[in-house]
């Protein structure tokens, strides 16, 4: 839920509902423009001294988005352009009528939000109405920028430039200095770029722009200005080399005593190399060898009780930059929840956990925690025709664990093959950003050796998808039609694929499942199939600007469809559909300023025809005068099947339920900045939901910021799987029995940052997640009959303790659904009580010690534990935290840039 309520929210921080991409002639009061100079002898110290910061003409008469739509902008802005043969330069000075004590300023590490003052340039390089490349800089110094010219601005963009700042009497000025070699544009000599400038007054919260659209209007790079006079006669050579070298000393209790393979204290030394080369104009081929992800912050802890994997954010560097261009699919919509967009790519998946088994049980196994990343290349950029391209290819190590008895000698088993990732992505943008077409394809091809026999029985040989994606608008980019196909193809080992088609994302082996055919597309169990195909898509129609505002959307995949082994997918053999309609009101009100309220619902079906999912919604959120922001979202879901609670068994029904999540946030510029977001449920079989999750922000000085975001879930299911089992005497449901039982569950957490900024280029950045979960489980059932919602629970007969642990509690199930005690038909399975408890956390020291240049010092902690109480007392559960010894890694790293 929490996400549905940070999309309203967003909505309304970007102008309510606004599209990004605007019609080719809305420019009311005709386009602004303005030139640049060519200069010579620019000396970067942010004073602006120099005559040609005099002389040019700048771009002025900025107006207000915020908070007094289309008013002229309270504060002056002037900025000026010049050039040379190696750089644009960027002057620009910001008034302010308090002088020097009205500027607000704010210390933070590069790229991250600032709650103060900044200017903000966005060029259309190409000027084809499609790309933004983002140039961002505050008044003391901190950078931010995005880009490299693409439809969606990719924040992990980091090119080597530099800004300089300053604060006067006047208000503020700032100069830039972005090398050609960074930036990418057409291979004309006489250059007219599209162009945005936009500037933050943070103590009036007044956001104006240099060529203006209104909120209710859609906007983006045909909305822009001219940079014009630019002439780029000779180009640079392009090539970066960023050499490393890191040294990681490990201090890790062994989990196996007495193992052979782990051992206390572990130091290593690596080193390996980025390059980045420009080819031709406008591609970028970017590479790594022997890469080193040590500085990466740790995954947040989880509790996962589901049949479906977790997602994580990509962290790598060299994987998150230039994502954007990478990207394919996604979900588009105003409120929608439990459901996926499409993902053909999910780099994570490269360099992933080693997913073979083990012919046997070891007493002891040495297996590597992620397959090592030999080497990868990516290649960016356009081609003359205006096409975007992107290409990823990747090689990952055969990895093997080394096993041992307590007698006899050290056996290796492979665990993950030597694999080969590629994905290739184009796109084009044309009719004045109104059109954009898209191809991409991925393939994965695994090479077994000889002796890897029971890995080619469990991963597939090979993995191809292919799709095609659009963006259309239409009526002044007032209405658009968005959306994706793709096909997808898995091939392998008979057994391979069984697992497939048994897997959480599909059960084709469900017993009650209807029998289609196995035609070009999977629709059908069969042990000895060799391949599984399948197709999805998704497509949104949708009104964008106005008053009102609606969207209507379909995403399916076929229950065949399987990408896993390069993207993400948790469930295929479905077909959603949804609606939303809005009222916005973007001019203040006599107690809001801006507000917007919608309802819709969404309705899902299977493949077979069962209805699996349907919601109806609705929602209200606004902006107060004091800049405090409220909201409201509640949904109720009617009662319906579902083909998944017994995890490949038949179907049932699962209960209805609702949810009511209000949310608020105060001031963000204020020194203590509070957001909360509670919410609170129920379901028709006696279930229950409680969750509580807040972030207070303290920023103490304009350099310190400590963010401190607790949250607390409660739950109290009535249909927590716990086990299945075939048995001949269940006959109503297919002689398979599974195991249900009452489920109270706790989970708190803490996450806390401590960002600490010394300059622009040196911070301190701490972060830890103590995490305690607990899950109770009782009344131990199962359903009667398939497609009903009846349960029975077991009798004391039925159900017996079997065996029990120390402190006396059942350790161990017995379960005898005959009757017969003599009979060899009963099951045993372990008691799912749980009790988790863990911190992570890791502490960054980043310099940038020259541009583009980096030493890392990191330290990073874990202590985990668990126990099997199930209750949940909060001393006891987070005391054991730090009863547990902890695992320390430390790590120095250098990066040296080479370029220009």
């Not at 910061?53 to 900025?62: L, S, V």
């Not at 399916?556 to 559909?577: C, H, I, K």
């Amino acid at each position: 839920m929490k996400r549905i309520q940070t999309t309203i929210a967003a909505l309304l921080a970007a102008g309510v509902l606004a599209s990004p991409v605007a019609a080719q002639d809305a420019h009311p009061s005709g386009t602004p423009s303005v030139s640049a100079h060519r200069a010579a002898g620019i000396v970067l110290d942010g004073k602006l001294s120099e005559d040609v910061w005099k002389t040019p003409a700048p771009a002025t008469d900025f107006r207000q988005l915020e908070p007094n739509e289309g008013q002229p902008a309270t504060q002056r802005t002037e900025v000026r352009f010049a050039y040379d043969e190696a750089a644009l330069y960027v002057g620009a000075r910001m008034y302010d009528s308090l002088g020097a004590a009205g500027v607000r300023r704010q210390l933070t590490r590069r790229d991250q939000n600032v709650d103060s003052d900044y200017i903000q340039l966005v060029f259309d390089t190409f000027h084809d109405h499609a790309g933004r490349t983002v140039l961002q800089v505050n008044p003391s110094g901190v950078k931010y920028d995005a880009g490299q010219a693409s439809a969606n601005a990719d924040p992990s963009w980091d090119p080597v430039w530099v800004a300089e700042t300053h604060i006067d009497s006047l208000g503020w000025t700032a100069e830039m200095r972005i090398p050609w070699s960074q930036l990418r544009f057409s291979s004309a000599v006489e250059q007219t770029w599209g162009m945005q400038i936009w500037r933050q007054a943070q103590r009036l919260n007044e956001t104006s722009m240099w060529s203006f659209w209104g909120s209710k209007e859609t906007g983006g790079p045909p909305r822009f200005g001219h940079l014009a006079g630019i002439r780029v006669e000779s180009r640079p050579r392009g090539l970066e080399i960023m050499p490393y070298a890191v040294s990681r000393a490990s201090y890790v209790t062994p989990t196996q005593p007495g193992s052979p393979f782990q051992h206390e204290r572990e130091y290593d030394t690596r080193i390996g190399a980025d390059v980045r080369a420009l080819l031709g104009s406008n591609l970028t081929l970017s590479a790594t060898i022997n890469p080193d992800f040590g500085q990466v912050e740790q995954d947040p802890a989880v509790v996962n009780l589901s049949a479906f994997e977790s997602y994580f954010e990509e962290k790598r560097p060299f994987f998150v930059e230039g994502s954007g261009l990478l990207s394919f699919g996604g979900l588009n919509c105003f409120t929608c929840s439990n459901v996926s967009g499409m993902s053909l790519f999910y780099s994570r998946r490269i360099g992933r956990s080693p997913q073979g088994g083990l012919p046997e049980e070891y007493e002891y196994e040495d297996r590597p925690a992620n397959a090592r990343l030999i080497g990868a290349a990516k290649l960016t950029g356009r081609t003359a025709g205006g096409w975007q391209i992107g290409a990823l290819e990747a090689v990952t190590a055969r990895e093997v664990s080394r096993v041992r008895n307590l007698t006899g000698p050290v056996a290796e088993h492979t665990v993950e093959p030597m694999t080969n990732y590629f994905m290739g992505r184009v796109r084009r943008t044309t009719a004045g950003g109104a059109r954009t077409w898209g191809l991409m394809a991925t393939s994965v091809v695994r090479r077994f050796g000889e002796g890897d026999g029971l890995l080619r029985n469990q991963l597939p040989a090979h993995a191809e998808a292919l799709g095609a994606d659009w963006n259309l608008y239409w009526k002044n980019q007032t209405y658009r039609l968005m959306g994706n196909v793709a096909l997808s193809n898995v091939m392998g080992d008979s057994l391979a694929i069984d697992r497939l088609q048994r897997s959480s994302a599909r059960y084709f082996n469900r017993p009650d499942r209807g029998q289609g055919s196995n035609g070009v597309f999977s629709d059908r169990y069969e042990t000895g199939a060799t391949a599984l195909r399948g197709f999805g898509g998704y497509a949104r129609l949708s009104k964008e600007s106005g008053d009102w505002l609606w969207e209507s959307s379909v995403n399916y995949r076929s229950p065949g469809f399987e990408v896993n082994d390069m993207a993400f997918l948790t469930q295929a053999d479905y077909v959603w559909m949804h609606g939303n309609v809005l009222r916005q009101w973007t001019q203040p009100g006599s107690w809001y300023r801006n507000a917007v309220v919608g309802a819709g619902g969404q309705n899902q079906v299977n493949f077979d025809g069962d209805r699996t999912d349907a919601q109806v919604h609705a929602f209200v959120s606004g902006t107060f005068h004091n800049y405090w922001e409220a909201g409201l979202y509640g949904h109720y879901r009617p009662e319906v099947y579902s083909d998944r609670a017994t995890r490949g068994g038949a179907v049932v029904r699962r209960a209805a339920s609702w949810f009511m999540g209000p949310r608020m946030s105060t001031d963000s510029r204020k020194p203590v900045v509070l957001s909360m977001n509670p919410g609170f449920g129920g379901s028709a079989d006696g279930g229950s939901f409680v969750e509580a999750n807040a972030s207070l922000r303290f920023k103490p000085s304009t350099n310190v910021q400590l963010t401190l975001s607790p949250a607390y879930n409660y739950s109290d299911s009535r249909a927590a799987y716990v086990r299945q089992f075939t048995d001949p005497t269940a006959t109503a449901m297919f002689g398979r029995r599974a195991v249900f039982a009452d489920l109270e569950q706790h989970t708190v957490s803490m996450s806390t940052r401590l960002n600490w900024t010394f300059s622009p280029t040196l911070s301190l950045e701490l972060y830890a997640q103590p995490f305690v979960a607990a899950g109770d489980y009782r009344n131990f059932k199962e359903f009667e009959r398939p497609r009903s919602l009846d349960r029975r629970t077991f009798t004391d007969t039925e159900l017996s303790v079997a065996a029990t642990r120390a402190d006396g509690t059942p350790g161990t199930y017995r379960l005898d659904t005959d009757g017969d005690p003599a009979a060899d038909q009963d099951f045993r399975f372990d008691n799912p009580d749980f009790n988790v408890r863990s911190l992570r956390g890791n502490a960054v020291l980043r310099w940038e010690y020259r541009p583009g240049s980096t030493l890392f010092l990191v330290w990073q902690q874990q202590r985990s534990d668990g126990q099997a109480y199930g209750d949940f007392e909060f001393g006891r559960d987070a005391n054991g935290i730090f009863d547990s010894k902890p695992d320390n890694v430390l790590v120095i790293k250098a990066t040296y840039w080479i370029g220009r």
